[in-house]
Nanobody, 123 residues
Framework: QVRLVESGGGSVQSGGSLRLSCVAS????????MGWFRQSPGKGRERIAT???????DYADSVKGRFTDSKDNAKNTLYLQMNALKPEDTAMYYC?????????????????WGQGTQVTVSS
């Protein structure tokens, strides 16, 4: 059974940091494109970052320089280190997986999704 489980969300003040984790199971983790997405009430789902099978990363302009996407293939775990958080980063954060070779780009049509973890940043 393919499964993604996120953790690490919470409430922080503006300027703070959080590290999200996403544990994958049921498929060959290191061969998939992995992505982080977020969605806040009334807005569409936004791609934040992607990391491909070679660990090449790509980021949305809104988080570039503040967020770092990484993975540990031995632990089947994807990470998102979030620094210098802003109130506009408040959202539900999701990880997703796609067996595609075309990993990077502004797309949200990944076939496998986790349940999400909430991040709230107060000013």
């Amino acid at each position: 059974q393919v499964r993604l489980v996120e953790s690490g969300g919470g409430s922080v003040q503006s300027g703070g940091s959080l590290r999200l984790s996403c544990v994958a199971s049921g498929y060959t983790f290191n061969t998939y494109c992995m992505g982080w997405f977020r969605q806040s009430p009334g807005k569409g789902r936004e791609r934040i970052a992607t990391i491909d099978s070679d660990s090449s990363t790509d980021y949305a302009d809104s988080v570039k320089g503040r967020f770092t996407d990484s993975k540990d293939n031995a632990k089947n775990t994807l990470y998102l280190q979030m620094n210098a958080l802003k109130p506009e980063d408040t959202a539900m954060y999701y990880c997703a997986a796609d067996p595609t070779d075309y990993c990077h780009g502004v797309r949200t049509d990944f076939p496998i999704w986790g349940q999400g973890t909430q991040v709230t940043v107060s000013s």
